[in-house]
């Protein structure tokens, strides 16, 4: 009887084991199965995010390009303070909307992005074009996103020019 119930309780610790080995792999192999991004997805929902911001700047609508930022955005543009907030980016865009007189438009283009999780790092190319269509300017940017509900959205960019810088010496 003590050797049946040893063996019982032999058998009992070694399905334990096996149990507890086989939990251990399982909840690794779940770790492992994280969420794989569709970067061409991600690429093609964040270059229509720019698309959207170019269709809104030649369409001088200051709330269409303000809709490709978040609440809490900071903005860092060329030769000015950062702007901080969705409000201040927006009031900016407005005024340079009200002072362009030229019918110039810009075409913004992804050149690199990567995603994780859910951010994604933009850098990106924009090139600014006449009425006529000639070019007139280029240069450099760089976006950082958030997925919030579902989507993407700007809480951090920066951009540059190509143009040298004038200088009044």
Known sequence: MIKNI????????TAFVFTAC???????ETLEKEEVL?????????QAMEDAFAA???AKDADAVAAYYSDDAMSYSRN?????????????????????????YNVYKIVDLYAEGDTAVEIGSWTEF????NEKDNGNYMSFFQK????YICVRDMSTTTSPVKSGI
Do not use: Q, W, Y
Request: charged letters at 35%; hydrophobic letters at 35%.
């Open 38 to 46: 569709d970067m061409e997805k991600v690429k093609i929902e964040i």
């Open 6 to 13: 040893k063996l019982f309780g032999f058998l009992i610790f």
């Open 22 to 28: 086989d939990f251990v792999f399982t909840a690794g």
């Open 148 to 151: 919030r509900d579902g989507t």
């Open 130 to 133: 006449d009425a006529s269509g």
């Open 56 to 58: 809104g700047e030649k």
């Open 80 to 104: 000015r303070e950062p702007l901080s907030g969705k409000k201040a980016i927006r009031d900016n865009i407005a005024n340079g909307i009200a002072k362009d007189t030229t019918g110039n």
